[in-house]
Structures are given as structure tokens and as C-alpha cells.
T-cell receptor
């Protein structure tokens, strides 16, 4: 696609529910990242994929958070038993390895609100 | 611990005036520094990175390892520069970026 696509753009859920957030990166970008941005703060790293494997998941806050990228393209961030503190904008980004690992192209984000 | 500090949450200057957005970092290794920008209702996007040594939209930033700073500068601000600016730190052998909290830049007409 032309850019990084994230769905849904907005998700409102109740505490304790399960949510999935989807990211479709730029075609050909092998690296995919998830970041979380809370109000008034910069993005916070969650997880990085190189191809299908999670090369670095050290930013996932706890075992309620999980992400997959089964075919090396689309990724899904999964949050179990959501808590009010999970409310944030979840950003996905992708990059071309040749342009440098940290030259990121971001999606528009998925705003998650946990009531 | 690695950290990026942007001391100003909000910076407001008149059109045509010089702009300096401050960024300081804490990292003992070899840093890679970036400025990302988010215009109103748009996505976060790369503005510039220190290894490119480019000027983008009139902005420049020089990495000062002695002062551990990477301040963003523009000599004459334009109204279209109004946006949220984030400084980010990349660390060697690591694909994480550490981000500052951002500075909202408002250019007054």
C-alpha cells in the first residue's frame, strides 16, 4: 500500500475485554514496530519484528500484551483483560532495512479507550 | 538509563523569528539522534537525522556529544512550522527509539 495502515482508528472497550489492533506495513518493509503513546508523552517502544519473528519484545509491559506477524507482513497487537491504564494511541511503524533501522514510517495510530 | 529530555512542552514564537527546540539525551554509547514532527491531523514523520547532516524545511540540528544535545534550529520561522516536534534517540545494536515528551511549536502571525 501507499502507507502504513492501522485499524481500527478508534476502539472503545470495557475493562477486562480483549482487543486486537491491526497494522498493514508498507509493502517490502521487513521491519515492523509497535509503539504506545499516552497523552502528553512521546511514543514508548513495545515490540519490533524483523520478518515474521519478534526480534525484540522487551517493551511489552506484561503478559497481557502479545503481537504476531505470521507471514512477515500484517501484524496484530493483542491485549487481553484490558485495563484503564492501557488507554493510549497505539502506533505502528515500518522501515526499510537499507534506510536504517530507526527511519520509521508511521501509521495514523489506533486510539484505544478502556472504560 | 537512557533518556531524552525536551525541556519545553510549549514554544511560541512570531513568524520570522529564530526557533530553537531543545533536546538533551543521556546515553553512554554511540547515539543516533532524530527529530520527528507531527503536523495537525497528520502522522508522525521523520524530519531529520544527525548522520544525514541535511537541512530539511530550513531546519538543522547538530549533535553535540560534549553537551549531549541535539537542538533543532531554524533561523526564520514560518507559520507552517507549527507542529509537535519529538526528539528521539537510537542506540547502537538496538532497534528501539527512546523518545522525548515532545515540544509543541506555535508560530504566531
Amino acid at each position: 500500500g501507499a502507507g502504513v495502515s492501522q485499524t481500527p482508528s478508534n476502539k472503545v472497550t470495557e475493562k477486562g475485554k480483549y482487543v486486537e489492533l491491526r497494522c498493514d506495513p508498507i509493502s517490502g518493509h521487513t521491519a515492523l514496530y509497535w509503539y504506545r503513546q499516552s497523552l502528553g508523552q512521546g511514543p514508548e517502544f513495545l515490540i519490533y519484528f524483523q520478518g515474521t519473528g519478534a526480534a525484540d519484545d522487551s517493551g511489552l509491559p506484561n503478559d497481557r500484551f502479545f503481537a504476531v506477524r505470521p507471514e512477515g507482513s500484517v501484524s496484530t497487537l493483542k491485549i487481553q483483560r484490558t485495563e484503564r491504564g492501557d488507554s493510549a494511541v497505539y502506533l505502528c511503524a515500518s522501515s526499510l532495512q537499507s534506510s536504517g533501522a530507526n527511519v520509521l514510517t508511521f501509521g495514523a495510530g489506533s486510539r484505544l479507550t478502556v472504560l | 538509563a537512557q533518556r531524552v529530555t525536551q525541556p519545553e512542552k510549549l514554544l511560541s514564537v512570531f513568524k520570522g523569528a529564530p526557533v530553537e527546540l531543545k533536546c538533551n539525551y543521556s546515553y553512554s554509547g554511540s547515539p543516533e539522534l532524530f527529530w520527528y514532527v507531527q503536523y495537525s491531523r497528520q502522522r508522525l514523520q521523520l524530519l531529520l537525522r544527525h548522520i544525514s547532516r541535511e537541512s530539511i524545511k530550513g531546519f538543522t540540528a547538530d549533535l553535540n556529544k560534549g553537551e549531549t544535545s541535539f537542538h533543532l534550529k531554524k533561523p526564520f520561522a514560518q507559520e507552517e512550522d507549527s507542529a509537535m516536534y519529538y526528539c528521539a534517540l537510537g542506540m547502537d545494536s538496538n532497534y528501539q527509539l527512546i523518545w522525548g515528551a515532545g515540544t509543541k511549536l506555535i508560530i504566531k502571525p
